[in-house]
């Protein structure tokens, strides 16, 4: 499973110097003005910050809620709860 794989290489990740890469890459970031990497990537991607991706993240889930609480149900119904 993608949890194991993720698991194994834990050690790895650890000792070769990756979490000093993620270090940086956040302090580069900071340096040009974004909160983080992550949102230093987003808005050269997107063109806005990953504060407004959330934004836009947290509407559509909001708006897709009832159709996916349904979605359940009907999949409840035909199938048991154990779907």
């Known amino acids: 499973s993608a949890y194991e794989s993720l698991r194994s290489i834990g050690k790895f990740v650890c000792t070769e110097g990756f979490l000093e890469i993620v270090k940086l890459r956040n302090q580069l970031a900071k340096i040009l003005g974004y909160e983080d990497y992550y949102d230093y990537t987003v808005t050269n991607s997107e063109g806005f910050g990953k504060a407004k991706l959330f934004e836009i993240l947290d509407s559509l889930e909001e708006g897709t809620r009832p ?16 779907a």
Request: hydrophobic share 45%; proline share 0%; glycine share 6%.
């Open 67 to 82: 159709l996916m609480i349904k979605a359940r149900e009907d999949l409840e119904k035909l199938h048991g709860k154990a």
